[in-house]
């Protein structure tokens, strides 16, 4: 996909996912045994298992809005809502970039870091010409594919 020159005011709100389903890092040996795991991404597994549990620390939700790399915006965190979050946040967004995507990431605030739980992607050809695109966008996994529970993410651009 070319990129392509998003210039102006982008103007975006992130309203809510439909319902959201995720692991709270158990499944580190179906992972493990799956595919080849890096020293790091299973040590950060086994620090989500013991430090973070939900148990623990109660969930705690964001989204942010990218324009491919560049972290642009970010909502406030949603606190034990796991199963349907509604931010419905506007943002104002100037830019001069050249991307191919919007990117909507879900994260989970841990006492260290975050989880990464999905993202969406919305096409910049989508708005590049003015138009308003209010949608549901699919919610992905580190590899691009869906994340169980067929969730979706209200937004519109």
Same mark, same amino acid.
């Given at each position: 996909m #070319?990129?392509?020159l998003l =210039?102006? #005011? ?8 439909n +319902?959201? !389903?995720?692991?709270?890092?158990? $499944? %580190?040996l179906?992972?493990?045994l799956? #595919?080849?795991?890096s020293?790091?991404?299973?040590l *950060?597994?086994?620090? &989500?298992? @013991?430090?973070? +549990?939900? /148990? ?5 939700l ?9 972290r642009v915006?970010? #909502?406030r965190? %949603? /606190?034990n ?7 419905n !946040?506007?943002? =104002? %967004? ?5 991307? *191919?995507?919007? @990117?909507f990431?879900?994260?989970e ?6 989880t990464?739980?999905?993202?969406a992607? @919305? &096409? @910049? /050809? !989508?708005i590049?010409?003015g138009n ?9 996994d580190e590899?691009? $594919?869906? %994340?169980?529970g $067929?969730?979706k993410? =209200?937004?519109?651009?």
């Amino acid at each position: 996909m #070319t990129p392509s020159l998003l =210039h102006g #005011t982008l103007y975006a709100t992130i309203y809510e996912i439909n +319902r959201l !389903e995720y692991g709270s890092g158990c $499944n %580190i040996l179906q992972k493990t045994l799956g #595919t080849q795991m890096s020293r790091k991404k299973f040590l *950060s597994q086994v620090k &989500r298992l @013991v430090l973070c +549990r939900q /148990e623990f620390f109660g969930s705690r939700l964001y989204a942010t809005i990218d324009l491919d790399k560049a972290r642009v915006g970010r #909502t406030r965190m %949603i /606190e034990n809502e796991r199963s349907r979050p509604q931010w419905n !946040e506007f943002f =104002h %967004i100037y830019c001069a970039h050249l991307i *191919s995507n919007i @990117v909507f990431t879900i994260k989970e605030a841990n006492p260290i870091g975050a989880t990464l739980i999905a993202r969406a992607y @919305v &096409r @910049v /050809e !989508e708005i590049i010409n003015g138009n308003e695109v209010d949608k549901w966008a699919d919610l992905l996994d580190e590899d691009h $594919n869906p %994340i169980s529970g $067929n969730s979706k993410i =209200h937004v519109k651009l």
